[in-house]
């Protein structure tokens, strides 16, 4: 691959505009090869009026969106907004019981808290609006460049754009929805914000657009995982039709009550001229969604399929099941499938090397050039041996539930389940008190012949001493920061948000097996002693098909399975709202989400007993710099409370 022009571009002082978007990034960087497309050399400066000369200025600008997301503070909002108010998390002995992280955590929020300044997602969409706005003149000046070069890194930079509106709207409902790239002074820089529908419709149509035009690859492992392909577009849009299908099922709109603007002037009431219009039903939605995943699953048969006739050519008339999809834990005589098995450790495949066969889309890092320094900060150390922010739950995670089959389950984990082990960090000791989560700060972990007993005997105590001895962490060593890649899409998460939307417009039993088995295989993946044949306690350790041959029961297990398979995945809070969008209330997500609580669940429940108080506050500071915003009526703009009285 060629190497791109090396520039690093001005950024304008002084802009005072609410959301404190920086006009381009400090940095763009050169390719030098098709495998390092996230390395930053800056060799100059130039004025952004001198940039946008030709596709070389464009390309280093589409990749200035990528680099983005990379930052340490993008990829702590993707957690801070989407796990640390969720069951997942609880606050580690090395954080402070006053810090805004642990007032969250226990559903204290006052608007005032950092968590919420939503700089780093506006400033990639901003990044992107550049791309956008200077694209087709670009195509006019630079004869080497033609539209039909330009609408693939269209696509890439709506798609971007556009997961970041996702995570806006899902972490608090109503935001700005801005366009055009914000460039100077003069420029009228605050912004209404747009109903949650509304910026769901609109992220929909821009994602109609660029899967029209994307590149199916590029050639290269790396850059078909780490840039935006047409499955990672199928990817994103089965999610927002499956999170619009749940909203528009619950015919709740939550942000009815909203706080004027202390700030303001002359505070009104917010704009009404965008409210809740849409085609869409919540049943042609959940098809959408279904659709989109069945897409994505034909792709990856295609794919194998492919690979199969590659390397294993005596295999080729081998119909693939969807088991072979998917990395695994044990070998392929132990699974009992007839296609040969090339992973037998899931953990190392995906989140140890990194960009493994059922990945969709992740965020690069390489541990030198780019570290992924949030993994540190809000994880584990690793490296040091230190605690960081969070930790998992003991009371949802010290013990097992005794089989997977129940509702609400007093425990995330079962005895079988490798992702305990893989996820936290386990002691040999009986008076653990805290569980930290490891997950992407391990390079790899050994599954050895006693965890393997272990977890094929339902005798074994849980809290016995060996259990550690079979977990071999790894780093990368002095000097080189966390390379883990941050996953946004695998395809776990594909079947079960087929096996979620079917759970919505169907009570048939066939189709109610076609999601259990989307389930099951990736329970089984994580669970292979649970079925094997020499399992003597089979019929309490794996998922019983009578169990949930119906709507509720299946979506109660897909709930489950998604906080199993997805820990600290920037997920499961947003599973939590989407679950209770669906109902128009709160009662049943409490219902999972107080299990976290010790003492305080019946004031947890009160706090979060209205549907607008599962989204976050607009930061206090914005409000005062933009007078156009209004505060979820949930939350008061007061530094002395964090939530209103009687908002009703």
Same mark, same amino acid.
């Given at each position: ?71 340490? +503070? ?31 955590? /226990? ?127 199928? +990817? ?9 299908? @749940? ?14 603007? #202390? ?31 069945? @897409? ?8 194998? /399929? ?127 008190? #805290? ?25 074994? @105590? ?7 001895? #079979? ?38 039993? #066939? ?15 994580? /669970? ?121």
């Amino acid at each position: 691959m060629k190497q791109y022009n090396k520039v690093t571009m001005k950024i304008k002082k002084g802009l005072g505009w609410a959301m404190s978007i920086a006009i381009l990034p400090a940095t763009f960087f050169t390719i030098t090869s098709c495998e390092d497309y996230l390395t930053i050399t800056p060799t100059s400066s130039i004025v952004e009026e001198e940039f946008w000369q030709d596709k070389n200025d464009l390309e280093n600008a589409l990749f200035g969106c990528y680099k983005s997301m990379t930052e340490e +503070a993008f990829l702590n909002k993707v957690i801070y907004w989407g796990e640390m108010r969720s069951d997942n998390c609880e606050r580690s002995t090395e954080l402070k019981a006053s810090s805004d992280e642990a007032n969250v955590m /226990n559903a204290n929020i006052l608007p005032t808290y950092g968590i919420y300044d939503w700089t780093p997602m506006y400033n990639t969409i901003n990044y992107c609006n550049k791309v956008l706005d200077h694209g087709e003149k670009v195509v006019l000046t630079d004869e080497s460049f033609s539209e039909q070069n330009w609408l693939p890194i269209k696509a890439e930079v709506l798609t971007i754009r556009a997961l970041c509106y996702f995570y806006l709207v899902r972490s608090f409902g109503e935001v700005p929805y801005i366009t055009h790239d914000i460039n100077n002074n003069s420029q009228e820089l605050s912004f209404p914000q747009k109903t949650q529908l509304y910026v769901l419709n609109r992220i929909i149509a821009d994602l109609d657009t660029a899967k029209t035009f994307a590149m199916t690859e590029y050639g290269n492992t790396v850059s078909n995982k780490g840039r935006i392909t047409k499955k990672a577009i199928y +990817a994103l849009l089965a999610d927002v039709h499956l999170w619009r299908a @749940s909203y528009l099922q619950g015919k709740c709109h939550p942000f009815v009550n909203r706080l004027k603007n #202390e700030y303001a002037p002359n505070p009104t009431t917010a704009n009404e001229s965008d409210r809740e219009t849409t085609t869409a039903t919540a049943e042609s939605d959940y098809r959408d969604c279904i659709s989109y995943c069945d @897409s994505i699953i034909d792709i990856c048969y295609s794919d194998l /399929n492919k690979k199969i006739r590659k390397r294993y050519p005596l295999y080729a008339s081998i119909k693939p099941e969807l088991a072979d999809l998917l990395s695994q834990n044990v070998s392929t005589t132990e699974l009992g499938q007839k296609l040969p098995t090339e992973s037998t450790n899931a953990f190392n495949d995906i989140f140890g090397s990194g960009n493994s066969d059922e990945s969709i889309f992740e965020i690069q890092f390489d541990g030198s050039t780019y570290g992924n320094n949030m993994t540190t900060s809000l994880f584990w150390n690793l490296h040091d041996n230190k605690v960081a922010k969070l930790t998992a739950p003991k009371t949802l995670f010290k013990e097992v539930a005794p089989n997977p089959n129940a509702d609400v389950a007093s425990a995330v984990f079962t005895k079988t389940d490798y992702r305990r082990w893989d996820a936290l960090y386990h002691l040999d000791d009986d008076g653990q008190t #805290e569980f930290n989560y490891t997950k992407l700060s391990m390079e790899s972990n050994k599954q050895g012949n006693a965890k393997k007993n272990m977890l094929s005997d339902n005798t074994a @105590s849980i809290k016995s001493g060996t259990y550690s001895l #079979e977990i071999t962490r790894v780093y990368r060593g002095e000097g080189i920061s966390n390379d883990a890649n941050f996953i946004i899409y695998r395809l776990p998460e594909i079947l079960l948000m087929k096996a979620e939307a079917i759970s919505q417009i169907s009570s048939s039993k #066939e189709d109610l097996m076609t999601a259990f088995n989307c389930v099951k295989e990736v329970f089984k993946r994580s /669970n292979p002693y649970a079925y094997n044949k020499s399992n003597t306690t089979a019929g309490s350790d794996t998922l019983k098909t009578e169990m949930f041959m119906t709507p509720r029961a299946m979506e109660y297990l897909v709930m489950a399975e998604r906080q199993r398979e997805f820990l600290c995945e920037g997920k499961r809070w947003f599973d939590l709202v989407r679950f209770a969008q669906r109902r128009g209330n709160t009662e049943d997500m409490l219902t999972l989400l107080v299990r976290k609580y010790s003492g305080n669940q019946k004031s947890v429940q009160a706090k979060l007993a209205d549907m607008q108080s599962l989204f976050s506050p607009v930061y206090d500071n914005e409000l005062k710099t933009n007078y156009l915003l209004y505060q979820n009526g949930a939350w008061k703009a007061s530094k002395t409370t964090g939530r209103t009285d009687n908002q009703k």
